[in-house]
Protein backbone atom coordinates (compact mmCIF):
# COMPACT_ATOMS: atom_id res chain seq x y z
CA UNK A 1 0.00 0.00 0.00
CA UNK A 2 1.38 3.51 -1.02
CA UNK A 3 2.05 6.37 1.56
CA UNK A 4 1.91 9.64 1.42
CA UNK A 5 3.23 12.18 3.49
CA UNK A 6 1.04 15.07 4.93
CA UNK A 7 2.60 18.14 5.10
CA UNK A 8 1.53 21.94 7.07
CA UNK A 9 -0.46 23.27 3.91
CA UNK A 10 -2.83 20.39 3.92
CA UNK A 11 -3.26 20.42 7.65
CA UNK A 12 -3.79 23.70 7.68
CA UNK A 13 -5.89 23.75 4.50
CA UNK A 14 -8.13 21.30 6.24
CA UNK A 15 -8.89 23.00 9.12
CA UNK A 16 -9.58 26.29 7.75
CA UNK A 17 -12.82 26.24 5.81
CA UNK A 18 -12.17 29.77 4.72
CA UNK A 19 -8.14 28.53 3.16
CA UNK A 20 -9.09 28.75 -0.79
CA UNK A 21 -7.42 24.87 -0.60
CA UNK A 22 -10.11 24.18 1.74
CA UNK A 23 -12.80 21.95 -0.90
CA UNK A 24 -9.44 20.76 -2.73
CA UNK A 25 -8.16 19.30 0.94
CA UNK A 26 -11.13 17.81 1.72
CA UNK A 27 -11.47 16.01 -1.64
CA UNK A 28 -8.26 14.78 -1.79
CA UNK A 29 -8.62 13.47 1.77
CA UNK A 30 -11.47 11.70 0.93
CA UNK A 31 -9.73 10.16 -2.11
CA UNK A 32 -6.62 8.83 -0.10
CA UNK A 33 -8.75 7.33 2.35
CA UNK A 34 -11.35 5.93 -0.38
CA UNK A 35 -8.10 4.47 -1.96
CA UNK A 36 -7.02 3.55 1.70
CA UNK A 37 -3.47 5.36 1.37
CA UNK A 38 -1.61 5.34 4.71
CA UNK A 39 -0.87 8.72 5.52
CA UNK A 40 2.29 10.18 7.59
CA UNK A 41 3.46 13.40 8.89
CA UNK A 42 6.18 14.74 11.42
CA UNK A 43 5.99 16.29 14.71
CA UNK A 44 7.68 18.91 13.20
CA UNK A 45 4.65 19.51 10.52
CA UNK A 46 2.10 19.66 13.36
CA UNK A 47 4.67 22.20 15.63
CA UNK A 48 4.38 24.57 11.89
CA UNK A 49 0.71 23.62 11.86
CA UNK A 50 0.28 24.94 15.78
CA UNK A 51 2.45 27.93 15.37
CA UNK A 52 0.91 29.10 11.78
CA UNK A 53 -2.70 28.64 14.39
CA UNK A 54 -2.05 29.68 17.51
CA UNK A 55 -3.92 32.73 17.82
CA UNK A 56 -6.48 32.10 20.30
CA UNK A 57 -9.45 32.49 17.35
CA UNK A 58 -7.80 29.01 15.95
CA UNK A 59 -6.68 27.84 19.13
CA UNK A 60 -9.40 25.18 20.02
CA UNK A 61 -9.58 23.73 16.38
CA UNK A 62 -6.03 23.22 16.24
CA UNK A 63 -5.91 21.63 19.82
CA UNK A 64 -8.86 19.48 18.45
CA UNK A 65 -7.41 18.75 14.79
CA UNK A 66 -3.63 17.53 16.45
CA UNK A 67 -5.53 15.88 19.66
CA UNK A 68 -7.66 13.80 16.56
CA UNK A 69 -4.48 13.58 14.69
CA UNK A 70 -2.48 11.48 17.07
CA UNK A 71 -5.67 9.34 17.35
CA UNK A 72 -5.69 7.80 13.89
CA UNK A 73 -5.11 4.59 13.26
CA UNK A 74 -3.89 4.82 9.66
CA UNK A 75 -1.74 8.04 10.09
CA UNK A 76 2.00 7.20 11.32
CA UNK A 77 3.72 10.45 13.02
CA UNK A 78 7.24 10.26 13.03
CA UNK A 79 8.87 11.87 16.32
CA UNK A 80 10.96 14.21 16.43
CA UNK A 81 14.10 13.43 17.33
CA UNK A 82 17.50 15.02 17.50
CA UNK A 83 19.32 12.39 14.52
CA UNK A 84 15.95 13.77 12.02
CA UNK A 85 16.90 17.41 12.85
CA UNK A 86 20.17 16.63 12.11
CA UNK A 87 19.54 15.21 8.78
CA UNK A 88 16.86 17.84 8.09
CA UNK A 89 20.10 20.50 9.04
CA UNK A 90 22.28 18.59 6.82
CA UNK A 91 20.00 19.04 3.98
CA UNK A 92 18.94 22.53 4.70
CA UNK A 93 22.56 23.75 4.65
CA UNK A 94 23.96 21.68 1.46
CA UNK A 95 20.71 23.53 -0.79
CA UNK A 96 21.70 27.14 -0.38
CA UNK A 97 20.28 27.60 -3.70
CA UNK A 98 16.82 26.73 -2.29
CA UNK A 99 14.48 28.64 -0.13
CA UNK A 100 13.35 25.42 1.84
CA UNK A 101 12.56 25.90 5.66
CA UNK A 102 14.16 23.06 7.78
CA UNK A 103 10.44 21.73 8.09
CA UNK A 104 10.31 20.88 4.85
CA UNK A 105 14.24 19.46 4.72
CA UNK A 106 12.81 17.24 7.61
CA UNK A 107 9.97 15.73 5.63
CA UNK A 108 11.77 15.85 2.80
CA UNK A 109 14.55 13.44 5.12
CA UNK A 110 11.93 11.16 5.87
CA UNK A 111 10.08 10.98 2.53
CA UNK A 112 13.28 9.47 0.84
CA UNK A 113 13.75 7.19 3.79
CA UNK A 114 10.63 6.10 3.23
CA UNK A 115 10.30 5.86 -0.35
CA UNK A 116 7.48 8.05 -0.09
CA UNK A 117 6.55 9.70 -3.94
CA UNK A 118 3.26 11.22 -3.10
CA UNK A 119 2.74 14.81 -0.71
CA UNK A 120 -0.14 16.10 0.16
CA UNK A 121 0.71 19.71 -0.07
CA UNK A 122 0.31 22.69 -2.12
CA UNK A 123 4.05 23.61 -1.28
CA UNK A 124 6.07 23.71 -4.65
CA UNK A 125 9.18 22.80 -2.81
CA UNK A 126 8.50 19.45 -2.81
CA UNK A 127 8.22 19.55 -6.33
CA UNK A 128 11.81 20.68 -6.55
CA UNK A 129 12.54 18.09 -4.48
CA UNK A 130 11.45 15.55 -6.93
CA UNK A 131 8.00 14.56 -5.08
CA UNK A 132 4.49 14.58 -6.55
CA UNK A 133 2.54 17.21 -4.65
CA UNK A 134 -1.43 16.43 -4.67
CA UNK A 135 -2.65 19.91 -3.96
Not at 62 to 76: E, F, N, T
Request: glycine share 2%.
Amino acid sequence: MPTVLVDTAAWIALVNTRNELYSRAEQMMAELRRRKVSLMTTEFVLLEVANALCSSAWREKVVKLIDGLRSLPDLHIVPADTSLVAEGWQLYRSRSDKEWSLTDCTSIVVAQKERIEQVFTSDHHFEQAGFVKLL
